[in-house]
């Protein structure tokens, strides 16, 4: 699949929406809820090494400088309190 000259790779899994913050992560929700982040994301390897699973359940996701936040299925909104392992470069 080829869009706008960009070739476009696939890195596996089925998610109904993904969310790319200004560090480096990457964030997703299947159509379950189920919350998953992408490991091994660095500037020598862009497309990271595998998916995994986060404990919860959401309907979406955002990634920011500030952290993850998310939006539940009964709309209440979420901040994750894991550790972040990537560094924000936007400040």
């Known amino acids: 699949m080829t869009t ?8 596996g899994g089925r998610l109904k929406r993904i969310e790319s913050g200004p560090n480096g992560a990457v964030w997703g ?3 379950k809820g189920k919350i998953f982040t992408r490991a091994g ?11 995994v699973h986060i ?8 990634v920011g400088c500030t952290g993850v936040f998310g939006v539940s299925r009964n709309n ?4 994750y309190g894991g550790k972040l392992k990537q560094s924000c470069i936007c400040k």
Request: charged fraction near 25%; hydrophobic fraction near 40%; charge should be positive.
């Open 55 to 62: 404990n919860g359940q959401l309907s979406s996701v955002t």
């Open 41 to 51: 994301v660095s500037r020598r390897n862009p497309l990271g090494s595998r998916w």
């Open 4 to 11: 706008i000259g960009i070739r476009w790779r696939n890195v």
């Open 76 to 79: 209440v909104v979420w901040k």
């Open 29 to 31: 929700v299947d159509k």
